[in-house]
């Protein structure tokens, strides 16, 4: 009994900071130690193994000069390799789109036997080894693989081709889409679509009017998130490419032999453009997020 | 910043009639969902175990008769043990800061951790090169005094804790919030100490999301490839982690061992995902 009556007391004296003055949320923060403590250390080790090493990259990059830099990356073996990495990481952020939004749709609206089973599966890219899933997916899709010997049949190439390489990306960015869209999903409010339903929309005019644009920001948002992680991908992909240059050679690849060849501000180059390509990938995800909170009203 | 290692406590909506899809496009959504992962997740597992157990029981047991199996395993387990004690750390410090206290440019550092989660990994091998290698800004210096940093172990080890920077602190960060402070107030209020708050109150209210995440900084420190690849060398028997290793067994065509200690792998993230099925659904009860 008194402990309720404590807990009452505490919400109605708590309350009106919660509503009214936000910043007010963090006064009791001289109670709680280890303020300067966590952060410091936080700084400390995110500047020393992060933030060092990758000014390192930039300094690299730049250390020869703007024009030594505008000359490696318009070698064409570059601008091949670029064009492969985001091209192939952007079809695969679309398929990721379409699928991971019905697959989220699924799993948050449906209960169907093995839901959970799938709920859990769609983690796996993240657990599993890239190396692992390279072979893998090589060996399903190589000639004479389970689904490469079916593609060969209608003459469709997917190993050592781009199509392999978007199959791999596909792979790796799909939980990005699906878990950025779940909890948006979830808390989606149903009065909407009810009182879409009672104007008399039918079924699909509601998903396409209504629902749809409520998810398009998240959608959007995490389509960056998997083009963010595929774009860079290595792992998955060197085992399924074929890593020809000109064809198949994507830009990490094409870093790794730059290192190999001891042309180290060629390689810094080209990952300062792929550096950039995240920097803008971080910020846009977080642009994006906070569109979707307007949208949704959250 | 949505949360996509953090999955919600499943919930079972059930929308009303008048607000359903009808039952066949119910069935083609779910058909579809489950025919998509089935073919891009499910088969490539299906493959690994086939492929690993091609030659049967005794094949796969062969493969593991390998001195540099064995050590390949052996550096991996030694990389992983340095690996996730500091990052959990980390993860723990950047938690607690950022989601206890306001300060200033919080959410540049937030953005800042999950930095490494963009950067590719390959990328995260080469600025340790451009550092410590040959010709690297600290190359000279430490050749002088004959220390190893690439190709050897420290080398993988850092490029590893870059890989696996951001999974702790993102897991623990939200769950933090979520669940308040009102609990850690009280006991410093009630004259705790700040290890004993941390000990008696902090860390059981955390502790399955802080498996789930020591879990995962596992898993990824143990199947880390593109980073590790351009720092380690590749040399036998010296600095070959476990996946470095089954690119050279696939590379001269030993597919057996080269799928059967991949499956290992393999075996270790389906761990992983059974254990944060698990852990999610402690986390959601607490």
């Known amino acids: 009994m008194r402990f309720i009556c404590m807990k009452r007391i505490l919400v109605e004296y708590r309350a009106p900071f919660l509503t009214c003055q936000h910043h007010l949320l963090s006064r009791p923060r001289h109670i709680l130690p280890g303020f300067k403590l966590s952060l410091g ?9 992060v933030l060092f090493p990758l000014s390192m990259l930039v300094w690299k990059a730049t250390s020869g000069g703007w024009e030594h830099m505008l000359a490696t990356l318009t070698q064409a073996r570059v601008i091949a390799s670029l064009k492969l990495s985001f091209g192939t990481a952007f079809a695969a952020a679309l398929v990721n789109a379409v699928f991971g939004l019905l697959t989220a749709w699924a799993l948050e609206r449906y209960s169907f036997p093995g839901r959970r089973l799938l709920d859990a599966m769609v983690d796996l890219p993240f657990a599993l080894p890239t190396a692992v899933a390279g072979i893998a997916l090589v060996t399903l899709y190589a000639p004479n693989g389970w689904i490469g010997a079916w593609l060969a049949q209608h003459d469709i190439k997917a190993a050592y081709a781009p199509l392999g390489i978007t199959i791999a990306l596909t792979f790796v ?4 889409v699906v878990r950025t869209l779940q909890p948006v999903i979830a808390d989606l409010s149903m009065d909407v679509e009810e009182a879409a339903a009672c104007l008399g929309a039918n079924r699909w005019q509601t998903l396409t009017r209504v629902v749809f644009p409520a998810l398009l920001p998240s959608t959007l948002a995490g389509m960056t998130l998997a083009f963010g992680r595929a774009v860079g991908e290595y792992g998955s992909v060197v085992f399924i490419s074929g890593n020809l240059p000109f064809k198949t050679e994507i830009a990490p690849l094409l870093i790794t032999m730059r290192l190999e060849e001891y042309d180290y501000s060629g390689a810094a180059t080209i990952g300062v453009v792929m550096l950039a390509a995240s920097f803008t990938i971080l910020v846009l995800s977080n642009l994006l997020a906070q569109w979707s909170r307007k949208r949704t009203g959250r | ?21 009808s039952f066949f496009s119910r069935w083609l959504i779910i058909s579809t969902a489950v025919g998509f992962m089935g073919l891009m997740f499910v088969l490539p597992l299906v493959v690994i175990f086939q492929e690993a157990f091609r030659k049967g029981w005794e094949g796969f ?14 550096l991996t387990l030694k990389v992983a043990a340095i690996t996730v004690p500091l990052n959990t750390l980390f993860g723990l410090a950047a938690a607690w800061c950022v989601s206890r206290f306001q300060f200033r440019g919080k959410r540049f550092l937030t953005s800042l951790i999950e930095l490494p989660l963009w950067v590719s990994p390959v ?25 190893k940093i690439i190709f050897a172990l420290p080398g993988i080890v850092l490029s590893t804790i870059f890989v696996t920077f951001t999974f702790v602190a993102r897991i623990l960060a939200p769950q933090m919030e979520a669940q308040g402070q009102a609990e850690e107030e009280a006991a410093m209020t009630l004259g705790a100490n700040g290890f004993q708050m941390f000990w008696r109150v902090t860390l059981p209210k955390i502790k399955w999301g802080l498996l789930y995440g020591i879990i995962l900084c596992n898993a990824r420190s143990m199947g ?5 690849s351009v720092v380690s060398g590749h040399i036998r028997n010296k600095t070959n982690t476990v996946p470095l290793h089954i690119e050279v067994l696939y590379n001269e065509y030993q597919f057996v061992p ?11 993230a389906l761990v992983t995902l059974i254990l944060k099925t698990l852990t999610t659904t402690r986390r959601g009860a607490a």
């Open chain 1, 41 to 49: 250390f936080t700084i400390t080790y995110l500047s020393l193994l």
């Open chain 1, 173 to 176: 960015g799909f939980p990005f």
């Open chain 2, 1 to 21: 910043m949505a949360a996509i290692i953090d999955i919600h406590p499943p919930r079972t909506v059930r929308p009303r009639k008048a607000t359903a899809e």
């Open chain 2, 61 to 74: 047991i062969e493969a593991f008769d390998d001195r540099a199996t064995m050590h390949a395993i052996w």
């Open chain 2, 123 to 147: 990328i995260a091998g080469m600025v340790y090169v451009l550092l410590f290698g040959a010709q690297g800004l600290f190359g000279p210096t430490l050749k002088e005094h004959g220390i």
């Open chain 2, 224 to 228: 880390e490839f593109g980073a590790v």
């Open chain 2, 258 to 268: 080269a799928f059967a200690v991949a499956s290992m792998l393999a075996l270790l």
